[in-house]
T-cell receptor, first 113, second 115 residues
Framework: AQSVTQLGSHVSVSEGALVLLRCNYS??????LFWYVQYPNQGLQLLLK??????LVKGINGFEAEFKKSETSFHLTKPSAHMSDAAEYFC???????????FGTGTRLKVLA | NAGVTQTPKFQVLKTGQSMTLQCAQD?????MYWYRQDPGMGLRLIYY???????DKGEVPNGYNVSRLNKREFSLRLESAAPSQTSVYFC??????????????FGEGSRLTVL
């Protein structure tokens, strides 16, 4: 069964520092992978997605993620954190052959001034 | 341009009471979903509807029923609420023709407390 694992339920970075949020997936077929962001008391919104093609995917707000098949990873990065990046981030996979999307448990990002 | 609209936004129930969460989308999407969000557990899929007239179980369907009333509307019903169903519920939809590759569009959530 396809699944995603997010390492670190809480991550703190200083403003201006590199943001790295980790996501590993389990899949026997090429996965469709997503990162979503959730601000307090709101629904989730898409940051970026990987389906096929270029393995380095750029998203909104300066975020990007790289699909690494050999490491079964899809880590999310941003070169320089901003206070407005404080939110919860979810990695998700589109389950092959179905209409289902499975989410990880989330990582709450805190940005320190 | 409303997107995905959920009602109610907040609800408090007593154990054993029933209620229905309503969801409507105005984007002509085919597939619709209900998730629940609990601290430390991320989002878990309750039920989904690939298209009008079809519904399927997700990861945690027990205690819930759904109805795909038409292409726009997908409701979630709790027949006999239990404290374990205290959660934030999200409805989502995806554009047609994008089976498990499309962006999920989420509503703002419905916060349910069962006493």
């Amino acid at each position: 069964a396809q699944s995603v694992t997010q390492l670190g339920s809480h991550v703190s970075v200083s403003e201006g520092a590199l943001v790295l949020l980790r996501c590993n997936y389990s899949s026997s077929v090429p996965p469709y992978l997503f990162w979503y962001v959730q601000y307090p008391n709101q629904g989730l919104q898409l940051l970026l997605k990987y389906t096929t093609g270029a393995t380095l995917v750029k998203g909104i707000n300066g975020f990007e993620a790289e699909f690494k098949k050999s490491e079964t990873s899809f880590h999310l990065t941003k070169p320089s954190a901003h206070m407005s990046d404080a939110a919860e981030y979810f990695c998700a996979v589109g389950v092959s052959g179905t209409y289902k999307y499975i989410f990880g448990t989330g990582t709450r990002l805190k940005v320190l001034a | 341009n409303a997107g995905v609209t959920q009602t109610p936004k907040f609800q408090v129930l007593k154990t054993g009471q029933s209620m229905t969460l309503q969801c409507a989308q105005d984007m002509n999407h085919n597939s619709m979903y209900w998730y629940r969000q609990d601290p430390g557990m991320g989002l878990r899929l309750i039920y989904y509807s690939a298209s009008e007239g079809t519904t399927d179980k997700g990861e945690v369907p027990n205690g819930y029923n759904v109805s795909r009333l038409n292409k726009r509307e997908f409701s979630l019903r709790l027949e006999s609420a239990a404290p374990s169903q205290t959660s934030v519920y999200f409805c989502a939809s995806t554009p047609p023709g994008q089976v498990n590759t499309g962006e999920l569009f989420f509503g703002e959530g419905s916060r349910l407390t069962v006493l």
